[in-house]
């Protein structure tokens, strides 16, 4: 029999270069900080620090003019423990595989956190979108999907939107899908339109999530919503829901800044202007109810909560220092460095983590999957009150852990989320 040395730990895979790890560098710091707390299921622990399963594929279209253009994409499958894939598809021009591992592998922590019947996965694009006519990007969605149609499927792993990617270009992957299985496949993707198996509720479930946990955070901190001082970064999807859920509890969003620029305004920006002001130019820059911000200034505006709602590696050594909120709300994947963690806990500042703040999308695109496998939908008040009951109780089970141990919500849902997807896989065994 070889012995176990012959399986030496191997933390990092040969296509990843060790001096520019990425966000799959973040998590993996992440992982280490929560295997102490782990008990006998910290023998698995190698399992999170390896995707099952990564996909990387050429996607050649044809331009408008004619030529031909390759893009690279993306599917990773962090795990599969509890359940088949399940995360976003973005397209951006930054995108790597190092990006993709990670936001796969805070899937499967996010998940596990909510206690939804998945594992994690995530998909993109490196193409900026906003490059492309609409004929372009459909022949880019259309031919990514078939190329990632071997791993993907309604029991295997199901995409959603994510930065840059909606309701239509989750049409688009449906339709194609189904145009290669041969039946229409609605539980192939969520976050689809209305008319086409989605939700109600799905556009909004992120930024919901984001306000219920903020809610439940403030009960246990004291802090009054009422009157409480809000900046936003990013006002797209989550950010803007978010921003006008704390604006319609009386909260007084003072600072917003996207990526045409920031704005503020002392007394409270008006949120259903300025979100019809983006609406209307793609960007809150000449918001004309405001003061023009400049963007460095942003992070040091004073307010009591924050919420970066764009992208990862947001919050730094550079900036944490500065930030005066007293609760951070990240509404973003992946915003807060370690680094800035540190300080950002060091100062004071109550961090409530990605991985359970964001996690209302996945919530009802779990609850979109069901009412597509059952075809029967729910209205959206049933939507909005299982969401917000599912996203009370996970951040209550989180907050009593962060007691328990006395470390940060990042950590205490790091240990409820590793626990439960470690058990799963003890249980299930090795195969073969
Ligand atoms: N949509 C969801 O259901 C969902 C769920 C979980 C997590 N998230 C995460 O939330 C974040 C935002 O997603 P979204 O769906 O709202 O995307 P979105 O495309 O609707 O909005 C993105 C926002 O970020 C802003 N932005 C982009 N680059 C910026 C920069 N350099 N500086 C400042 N602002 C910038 C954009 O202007 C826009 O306002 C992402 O990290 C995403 O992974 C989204």
């Given at each position: ?5 012959a399986?030496?730990?191997?933390p ?47 996607v050649?279209i ?39 591992m ?9 998940n596990?956190?909510?206690n ?6 995530k998909g993109?694009?490196r193409v ?5 006519s ?11 999907t ?12 199901i ?20 145009m ?5 496949s ?11 198996g ?53 909260a007084?969003v ?6 045409t620029g920031?704005?503020?305004?002392d ?8 979100l019809a ?38 919050i ?6 500065r ?28 961090v ?12 009802v695109?779990?609850?979109e ?8 939908f ?8 299982r ?5 009370q ?11 328990e141990?006395?470390v940060s ?24």
């Open positions: 029999m070889p012995s176990s040395s399986t030496p730990a191997h990092l895979p040969s296509y990843l270069d060790p001096q520019h790890l990425g966000p799959w560098g973040v998590y993996l710091q992440q992982i280490d900080r929560v295997t102490p707390y782990l008990g006998s299921l910290a023998r698995w622990v190698e399992t999170l620090k390896r995707p099952k399963r990564a996909l990387i594929v050429d050649p044809e331009m408008d003019n004619g030529t031909i253009a390759h893009f690279e994409g993306y599917r990773v499958q962090h795990n599969t423990s509890r359940g088949p894939g399940k995360g976003g598809v973005r397209f951006h021009q930054d995108v790597t595989l190092s990006e993709v990670a936001l796969s592998a805070w899937m499967s922590i996010k596990a956190a909510v939804v019947p998945y594992g994690g996965a993109g694009i900026d979108p906003k490059k492309l609409r004929g372009e990007l459909e022949r880019l969605t259309r031919r990514y078939s190329e990632i149609g071997i791993i993907i499927g309604p029991t295997k792993d995409p959603a939107p994510d930065v840059n990617t909606n309701g239509q270009v989750m049409a688009w992957m449906m339709d194609t899908y189904s290669n299985v041969g039946e229409t609605t539980g192939v993707v969520t976050g689809k339109p209305i008319d086409l989605g939700s109600l509720g799905r556009m909004e479930a992120t930024g919901r999530g984001v306000f219920t946990v903020g809610v439940e955070a403030a009960k246990h901190t004291g802090m009054r919503i009422e009157g409480a001082r809000v900046a936003v970064q990013g006002f797209g999807n989550v950010g803007g829901t978010a921003g006008r859920l704390f604006a319609e509890a009386g007084r003072v600072a917003v800044q996207d990526h920031s704005v503020f305004n007394g409270g920006l008006d949120v259903p202007a300025l002001h983006v609406q209307e130019t793609g960007g809150v820059a000449g918001f004309s109810g405001a003061d023009k911000l400049a963007d460095d200034e942003f992070w040091g505006v004073a307010c009591d909560i924050l919420i970066p709602a764009a992208l990862e590696g947001q730094t050594e550079a900036n944490a220092g930030i005066r909120a007293k609760m951070v709300i990240e509404g973003a994947n992946g915003p807060t460095t370690p680094e800035a963690d540190d300080i950002l806990q060091s100062n004071g500042v109550l409530l983590p990605d991985v359970i703040a964001n996690a209302g999308g996945v919530t695109s779990y609850f999957w069901v009412q597509d496998f059952t075809s029967f729910w209205t959206e008040d049933e939507i909005n009150d969401l917000v009951r599912i996203m109780n996970a951040f209550a089970g989180v907050w009593q852990v962060a007691q141990h006395q919500l990042r950590t205490a849902t790091f240990i409820v989320a590793c626990k439960r997807i470690l058990h799963a896989r003890e249980m299930r065994g090795l195969y073969p």
